[in-house]
């Protein structure tokens, strides 16, 4: 998998966004059977103040955010509930997933919070948008449960809590 990794806050470096995007974004991969030697993905690890402007650019919505997330191709699925199309390796027998932006800032305020660690809550986030690039949404509740669902194994297999229950 080649992952090409933008930071513009230093502090993503210092918590190894590199590790945690590498082991979230294999362990979507392999859950949904992707090879992932096949896959290319790009991370730009950023503040609230950029993300910020890319919220506003891209989704009108003049606010800072913790994850957004740009596909390569639209996968979601037609039916509520059901899984997306996988992606198919193109002429040079690549997957091109998309574009990841994290913020450092609202991961943190977030993490705090909950009282869980940064780094759990940045891999939830990792995880969350690779499932963005990949088809998965949330607006519909069928969908919502799926995505929701497979958040929860991918992180209960690294040993972090269930990010949607109340305990």
């Not at 891209?58 to 390569?72: C, G, M």
């Not at 949404?137 to 669902?149: K, P």
Request: charged fraction near 30%.
């Amino acid at each position: 998998m080649q992952i090409d990794i933008d930071i513009t806050d230093t502090r993503w470096t210092d918590l190894g966004l590199e590790s945690i995007c590498e082991r979230a974004a294999l362990a979507v991969l392999e859950r949904l059977d992707i090879d992932a030697d096949d896959c290319e993905l790009s991370v730009l690890g950023c503040d609230d103040v950029r993300i910020q402007e890319l919220n506003a650019d891209f989704r009108e919505k003049d606010k800072a955010t913790n994850v957004l997330s740009w596909p390569a191709d639209e996968r979601g699925a037609e039916i509520a509930g059901d899984l997306p199309e996988p992606p198919e390796p193109d002429m040079f027998d690549t997957i091109e997933l998309g574009d990841i932006a994290i913020s450092y800032d609202t991961c943190a305020r977030e993490a705090a919070e909950v009282g869980k660690s940064l780094h759990d809550h940045a891999m939830h986030l990792v995880i969350h948008g690779v499932l963005h690039l990949l088809g998965f949404d949330h607006i519909r509740e069928a969908d919502a449960i799926l995505m929701e669902g497979i958040e929860t194994e991918l992180l209960g297999k690294m040993g972090i809590a269930n990010p949607y229950s109340d305990e």
